[in-house]
C-alpha cells in the first residue's frame, strides 16, 4: 500500500488526517506510527510488506472489515539453533528483525481475523498465522483471531502466534484467540513440540496486558502435545486479561508430558538439553510471572494442572545452569481441574537440580488467589493437589496470598508434595480445601515405594492452615500409608518426610469426617 500514498504520507502525518486512496485508508501519529486500514486479504498481505520495508518505525494495521486468510502462505524455519538447518512449517505472515507492528480494528469496532479452509489445504493442514522471530514485536488489541481448528470434527492444526528468538508479543484490551486446537504443528512432513494457540520459544516474550484466551479446544487426538500457551526457555508476564474456558483432552498425552510442561493450558517448560546442545540460540530458563488477570474453568484430564504446568527437559550431562520459576504476584487462578493439581502444577529434575537443589521454583504471593480448582481421579488416574501439586525436586514457597476452596478426589486438598518436593510457608492462608482421602490442607509424601531416598518436606514459619477438610473415606487398615490413607485434617506426613513448625505458624480448626485421625 506503501506505492499508493506516494508524497501524500507527509502531509498525512504531519497533519494527522485520513486520506482516502484507492481502497485503502491512510493516516499517520506520532504515537503510532503509520496508520493503515484494510479490508481485505490482499491489502494486509501489502501493509505488512510494508511494515517490513519500514523497520524500526511503528505501523499500525486496522482491520475495517472481517477477514478470512485463504491464499497466502509461506514456509517458515522454526527452532531450536538459528545457525544450523531448522524444520519448516507453513506460516500466513512473517515478521522479522526491527518490524514492529500492531494489529487491531479500526476504532468503535471489533473486527475478525480468521484462517479459512482453503489456507489449511495449501498448508497440508497445518498453520501458524503470524511467526515472528529476532527483534520484532507484533501487538494485538480489540480483534478476534478464529484459528478455525478446536475440537474434535476438525482436523486442522491452527496457531494465532509463534514468537521465536529474541521476538516478542503482546496482547492488550479487546484482542481474542480462540478456536485452536493448540496441537504439534506438522513440520518437514513430521511432527513436532511446536504447540500452542500462541507459543513463545528460545528467547521470546509473551506480554499480556489484557484480552482474552478462550474457547481453544484440542479435542481427542492423536498428537502427543498440546497447550494454549506454550513457553519454552522464553518468558510470559501477564499482567491483566483472561485465559478461561479451554480444554487439554489429547488421548495420547502422558503424565510426563504435562508434568515437563510440554502439554497444558499454560505449559511453561525449561529444554536445558537444547541449552546444552545450542547454548547461544536456545535461550533461558524460562519464567512465568502473573500480576493480575484471571485463569479460570479450564480443563487437564490427561494431565497434571488445570491452568498451569510447568516443568524441566534435562539429561544426565546438562551442563546449562538457571532456575525455571513461576511467580504468581496477583491475579485470580479459580475453577481450573486436572488430574492432578487442579490449578498448578510444577515438577523439577533429579539430573538437573540447580545450585540449592531445585531446578524449579513455584512461588505464592501477596495478592495471588488460587480458588475452587479441582484435582479428580479418572480411571484411577490422579496425583491429587486440589489447587497445587510439586513433585520431583521442585520449591513451593508461599508468603502470601489465598489457597482456598480447592478440592481432591485423593490427598492434598490445597497441596500436595511429592517424590522429594519441598514447601517453606512464612505467610499467607491455606483454608477451607477439601479432600476425599488425607491431608485437607497439606500432604507432604516420598513416592509411596518402600524404602526410597525420595521424602518431602514442610517447613511452616509463618501463616495460616485452617478450617481444612480430610473426609478420610478410606479405612486405614486396608491403605497404611499410600495415596489412600486416611488422617490429617490440615497436614499429613507420610513416613520419613520431614516437617518443621515454629515463629507465628498457626494450623487449627481442621477437620478429618472419616477414618484416622489429626
Known sequence: MQKRRGAALATVAALALAL??????????????????????????????????????????????DIELSDHTEEVSVGISVTTSNHQT????????????????????????????????????????????????????????????AGDENLNTGTAVCVEHGSTLTIEDGAVITNSDGRTLKTDGRTRSLTGAVRASYGARLVMNGGKLIGNDSGSTEDRTTAVVG????????????????????????????????????????????MTLYPADAGSPSMFVMNGGVISGNTNLDGCGGAISAGLTSRRDSNATGVTEVTINGGTISGNTALGGGAVSVYGSKYYTGDDGHGIVLKICEGARITDNKAVLEDDAGEGGGAIVARNYALLEVSGGEISGNYSDLSGGAVQLFNRADMVMTGGTISGNVSEAHGGGI???????????????????????ASNTSRSVWSGEEHADDPFAPGGGGIYLHGGTKLSLGGSASVSGNVVEGHGSG
Do not use: R, W
Open 20 to 65: 482516502v486512496l484507492g481502497g485503502g485508508v491512510v493516516s499517520a501519529y506520532a504515537d503510532e506510527g503509520t496508520v493503515v486500514t484494510v479490508a481485505n486479504e490482499q491489502e494486509l498481505t501489502e501493509a505488512l510488506e510494508d511494515a517490513a520495508a519500514a523497520k524500526g518505525a511503528p505501523y499500525t494495521i486496522q482491520l475495517g472489515a
Open 90 to 149: 507453513y506460516c500466513a505472515y512473517t515478521l522479522t528483525d526491527g518490524e514492529n507492528v500492531h494489529l487491531t480494528s479500526v476504532p468503535g469496532m471489533t473486527h475478525t481475523l480468521s484462517l479459512g479452509d482453503e489456507i489449511f489445504k495449501k498448508s497440508n493442514g497445518s498453520l501458524v498465522m503470524f511467526y515472528a522471530s529476532g527483534t520484532a514485536q507484533l501487538t494485538l488489541s480489540n480483534l478476534t483471531i478464529d484459528c478455525n481448528s
Open 231 to 274: 513457553i519454552t526457555n522464553s518468558s510470559f508476564e501477564m499482567n491483566g486479561g483472561e485465559i478461561s474456558n479451554n480444554a487439554i483432552s489429547s488421548e495420547a498425552v502422558t503424565y510426563s508430558l504435562s508434568l515437563q510442561g510440554l502439554t497444558g493450558v499454560v505449559a511453561i517448560n525449561t529444554d536445558f538439553t537444547s
Open 443 to 465: 500432604c507432604v509424601a516420598a513416592t509411596f515405594q518402600e524404602g526410597s531416598d525420595n521424602a518431602s518436606s514442610l517447613t511452616m514459619t509463618g501463616g495460616t492452615v
